[in-house]
């Protein structure tokens, strides 16, 4: 059986090699169709990640994407706990999603170029297929034991894919997955790098909106880290570290976290208004890092409480 097994895998294999993408395509599905019947699980995974490795070795994102969500199925319906194993398969698929180099510099010609390209087309359709797949695997991964707000392993493929890889910088979008990651360093490098891109005077909003996302998640420890890594990587290639009032109290508002100080986080929080009022989404951070550090009562109604909402869906426990 398993020779049998191992034969038809390279059959498979053969096909795409010479370019007979389509037709593999539907030999996987048709395979993993009867598999799936009669509920040979095993073999279904074994497949799946075989076919979606090769079609993205060869350049097939769209078949590498939809036999990698297939993959994910298989998961849900053979009840595949979340563990080291069942992700290093997801990790190996991703490994796959094709890459461009030197992304740093083409992503600011591309910003300053309106003129839609082939190289952003088919950029955009590899971020949104590799997006498809490990939505699918972050969903899984809750439904199957792990981590409430999805397995960090595939937040940081995520963050390191939508980051490095979009045609033009994403770095909200990469924020969501860093700070649900496990590599904070990683997000502050990503930080630096957005500091340097974004416009003139506003360095010092994306340092602060990557720490208070991370407060907002009511995780103090990242956001320490993240902080340090910024000023230790500007200080390695001797740039300046903003100095101004919102970095006066992201600095001051750290400490005092680390402590039962509800009446400073007040006067730090009406003392430093104007700066976080330069960026309307800091006071909703504010209000959800009250809630979760001091238990304060959120407030609600109007705009405010649209972006209450907004940023409850972002920070969710649940």
């Not at 100095?243 to 750290?254: A, E, G, K, N, S």
């Amino acid at each position: 059986m398993e020779l049998r097994k191992n034969q038809q895998l390279e059959k498979l294999e053969k096909r795409v090699q010479d370019g007979n993408y389509y037709e593999a395509q539907q030999m996987y599905k048709t395979i993993n169709s009867r598999y799936m019947a009669a509920k040979k699980y095993a073999e279904s995974i074994d497949l799946l990640q075989s076919g979606a490795v090769m079609q993205l070795k060869h350049g097939q994102v769209t078949c590498g994407t939809e036999l990698g969500v297939l993959l994910i199925d298989t998961y849900n319906t053979a009840k595949v706990p979340c563990d080291t194993m069942s992700i290093d398969r997801i990790r190996a698929i991703f490994n796959e999603f094709p890459r461009v180099s030197n992304v740093s510099q083409e992503k600011v010609d591309i910003a300053a170029d309106s003129k839609t390209t082939e190289k952003t087309i088919t950029a955009k359709t590899h971020v949104e297929g590799c997006m498809a797949f490990l939505k699918a695997a972050l969903k899984w991964s809750i439904e199957a034991g792990g981590p409430h707000r999805g397995a960090p392993e595939l937040h940081d493929m995520l963050a390191d894919y939508v980051w490095t890889q979009s045609p033009v910088p994403e770095m909200y979008k990469a924020s969501q997955y860093f700070v649900r990651g496990s590599h904070p360093e990683t997000f502050a490098k990503a930080v630096v790098q957005w500091m340097h891109q974004c416009y003139p005077g506003e360095a010092d909003l994306v340092v602060a909106r990557a720490v208070l996302l991370y407060l907002s998640l009511g995780n103090l420890r990242d956001a320490n880290l993240l902080w340090d890594a910024v000023k230790q990587s500007l200080s390695d290639s001797s740039k300046e570290f903003p100095d101004t009032p919102l970095m006066h109290f992201i600095r001051f508002l750290l400490s005092t976290l680390e402590r039962d100080a509800l009446p400073l986080f007040r006067i730090l929080r009406q003392k430093y208004k104007p700066s976080i009022d330069r960026d309307p989404t800091f006071d909703e951070y504010m209000d959800e890092i009250g809630e979760r550090f001091y238990g304060l009562q959120r407030r609600n109604g109007g705009m405010q409480g649209m972006l209450s909402d907004f940023i409850k869906m972002f920070a969710t426990d649940s």
